[in-house]
């Protein structure tokens, strides 16, 4: 079921129309991803660390922790990576 949109495309959609709809779904991933790690940065450096950590963090001290928990959970979703695989599926 979750293959027979992506075998449509290839075989009935013409070389430059795959290309726009391949193009698009990158699209639709990246935003879907950008928006995870900015929230998860947001939540993290704002609703933990400014409440919990340091209550007078500057501007400056939670940009460096939301890029550090983006790196950090970038990390996780990497390493979680081939369990979902081998589990055949999210």
Request: one cysteine or more; aromatic letters at 8%.
């Amino acid at each position: 079921v979750n293959k027979a949109y992506p075998l449509l495309v290839a075989r009935h959609f013409p070389s430059g129309l795959l290309g726009l709809v391949v193009c698009g779904w990158i699209a639709a991933l990246m935003s879907s991803l950008d928006s995870v790690l900015n929230s998860s940065a947001h939540l993290v450096a704002h609703d933990f660390w400014k409440r919990t950590v340091r209550r007078s963090a500057s501007d400056r001290e939670l940009m460096w922790v939301g890029r550090i928990t983006v790196l950090l959970v970038a990390a996780v979703a990497l390493g979680w990576l081939p369990m979902i695989v081998a589990g055949g599926g999210a």
